[in-house]
């Protein structure tokens, strides 16, 4: 059994500014996805030119945030959205949903692809590689916080939280890290670093990411004020993962389904 360690969430002051970890973790993801894309743009049909990257960092960290903040309160807040439509706007307060930010994100690919008239499908397998490094710095700034506790567990890795009193609980916020920041990484960095259909690299993000979050939803704890939504087991996680599980399987199918359509045609002709 192991014991929480007393993180300070605050990582360094700069006068009257407290710069805490979880907010060092968004500029970390969005670094390495900068970082990331400028290498992807030395590729051979690479459809951004690195300045074209740097542009659209912008674009995507906005989506991400106010996607992620908007999610969160619509998806895991609605009533007390709904009653004070103002706490939309009390960021301070914390509360960020993947989903939303996946959302938004997905905006800014739009409007961007616009812009540079790309195509949006394109654009979308050319920054699902870049996201994982920045969704598993964002679980380990909720582990740095103390929040999104597993249930109990008698496993030898189990952590003790004092908050939440002496009772083992899955660190669940390292299981989110090792599968949607490093595995989620590894494979789909190996996956496009070869020409694949268009979409599939899409499909393949969110089938694994829908795949993982879904899995680890069943040991992770429900937000409080949510609960289960069915069954005794059913989150609002797992829920929100289920239709990019679906997504994903049927991007790759019609990603790979038209592959074999254009080659027999060209085999043909």
């Keep these: 059994m192991l014991v929480y360690p007393?993180?300070?969430?605050?990582?360094?002051?700069l006068g009257p500014l407290a710069v805490r970890w979880y907010g060092l973790m968004y500029a970390v993801g969005f670094l390495a996805a900068w970082w990331l894309g400028r290498?992807?743009?030395?590729?051979?049909?690479?459809?951004?030119?690195?300045?074209?990257?740097?542009?659209?960092?912008i674009y995507g960290?906005?989506?991400?945030?106010?996607?992620?903040?908007?999610?969160?309160?619509?998806?895991?807040?609605?009533?007390a959205f709904l009653d004070n439509p103002l706490i939309l706007l009390r960021i301070w307060e914390g509360g960020m949903s993947f989903h939303g930010g996946m959302l938004g994100?997905?905006?800014?690919?739009?409007?961007?692809?616009?812009k540079v008239e790309r195509s949006f499908l394109t654009l979308t397998d050319f920054i699902a590689p870049l996201t994982p490094?920045?969704?598993?710095a964002g679980r380990l700034g909720n582990f740095i916080n103390g929040e999104l506790w597993g249930a109990p567990t008698?496993?030898?890795?189990?952590?003790?939280?004092?908050?939440?009193?002496?009772?083992?609980?899955?660190?669940?916020q390292l299981y989110q890290l090792a599968l949607e920041g490093v595995a989620l990484f590894v494979i789909l960095w190996w996956f496009s670093s070869r020409p694949r259909p268009r979409a599939a690299v899409s499909g393949l993000f969110l089938l694994c990411?829908?795949?993982?979050?879904f899995l680890v939803?069943?040991?992770?704890?429900?937000?409080?004020?949510?609960?289960?939504?069915?069954?005794?087991w059913l989150t609002m996680g797992q829920l929100l993962s289920l239709p990019m599980i679906l997504g994903g399987i049927g991007l790759l199918a019609w990603a790979y389904g038209r592959n074999k359509r254009n080659s027999e045609h060209a085999a043909v002709s």
Excluded: C, K
């Design 105 to 114: 994100v997905l905006v800014a690919v739009w409007l961007y692809a616009r």
């Design 39 to 57: 290498l992807r743009t030395r590729r051979p049909a690479a459809p951004l030119t690195a300045a074209q990257m740097d542009d659209f960092v």
């Design 154 to 172: 008698s496993l030898p890795w189990g952590m003790v939280y004092p908050p939440l009193g002496t009772v083992a609980r899955h660190p669940s």
């Design 217 to 232: 939803e069943f040991v992770r704890l429900p937000d409080s004020h949510l609960g289960y939504l069915a069954f005794g």
């Design 209 to 213: 990411y829908g795949s993982f979050r």
């Design 133 to 136: 490094i920045g969704l598993g």
């Design 6 to 13: 007393d993180f300070d969430p605050v990582a360094f002051q």
């Design 61 to 79: 960290a906005l989506g991400a945030v106010l996607g992620g903040r908007i999610g969160y309160v619509l998806f895991y807040n609605l009533p």
